[in-house]
């Protein structure tokens, strides 16, 4: 089936840290990856995108490549700032199922 | 600046109550889906259409029905709210194609007492 695990949260940092998220993810298929975010009430946008192996996505400072070898697409900064706290959601694609999957969430807080 | 309008922010109903969430999109998109975001639970989907009166189940479909009369528009119903449903609701759009991006809502958070 299709899924998605994400690192479990919370997650806090301070500014300027370095920051990875680990997702990994089981498909039928070859799937399109996607990072969500989530900032306090309000929906998901999209944050970066990957439709193939060895691609990168990135936007915003945040990178993530998409690993078909190890199943995974582990989002990167280099440095968070206090703007970047936030739920983070790896998602994937399948056109058999033409449905987004999600992960359970990850929600970072940076502090000053 | 395209959008995915949800019809309240938030959303309080007795248990028993029929409610209707509406959601609609100006994007001309096919796919429309209707998740609940609960803690620790990420999203879950409820139903998903991908065109006008075509519908199909999600993971967790059970005490919601949906309705898509228009393209642009995709309602769910709960025919008899009950607290456990009690959560928050995101409704979202996409085009087709693999890498295509899905646009969502602000979300309903729908209290169910």
């Known amino acids: 089936g299709n899924s998605v695990t994400q690192m479990e949260g919370p997650v806090t940092l301070s500014e300027e840290a370095f920051l990875t998220i680990n997702c990994t993810y089981t498909?039928?298929?070859?799937?399109?990856l996607f990072w969500y975010v989530q900032y306090p009430g309000e929906g998901l946008q999209l944050l970066l995108k990957a439709t193939k192996a060895d691609d990168k996505g990135s936007n915003k400072g945040f990178e993530a490549t998409y690993r078909k070898e190890t199943t995974s697409f582990h989002l990167e900064k280099g440095s968070v700032q206090v703007s970047d706290s936030a739920v983070y959601f790896c998602?994937?694609?399948?056109?058999?199922?033409?449905?987004?999957?999600f992960g359970t969430g990850t929600r970072l807080t940076v502090i000053p | 600046d395209v959008k995915v309008t949800q019809s309240s922010r938030y959303l309080v109903k007795r248990t028993g109550e029929k409610v209707f969430l509406e959601c609609v999109q100006d994007m001309d998109h096919e796919n429309m889906f209707w998740y609940r975001q609960d803690p620790g639970l990420g999203l879950r989907l409820i139903y998903f259409s991908y065109d006008v009166k075509m519908k199909e189940k999600g993971d967790i479909p059970e005490g919601y029905s949906v309705s898509r009369e228009k393209k642009e528009r995709f309602s769910l119903i709960l025919e008899s709210a009950s607290t456990n449903q009690t959560s928050m609701y995101l409704c979202?759009?996409?085009?087709?194609?693999?890498?295509?991006?899905?646009?969502f809502g602000q979300g309903t958070r729908l209290t169910v007492v």
């Open positions: 498909a039928t298929g070859y799937p399109s």
């Open positions: 979202a759009s996409r085009g087709t194609g693999r890498d295509t991006e899905a646009f």
């Open positions: 998602a994937l694609f399948t056109t058999g199922a033409n449905n987004l999957f």
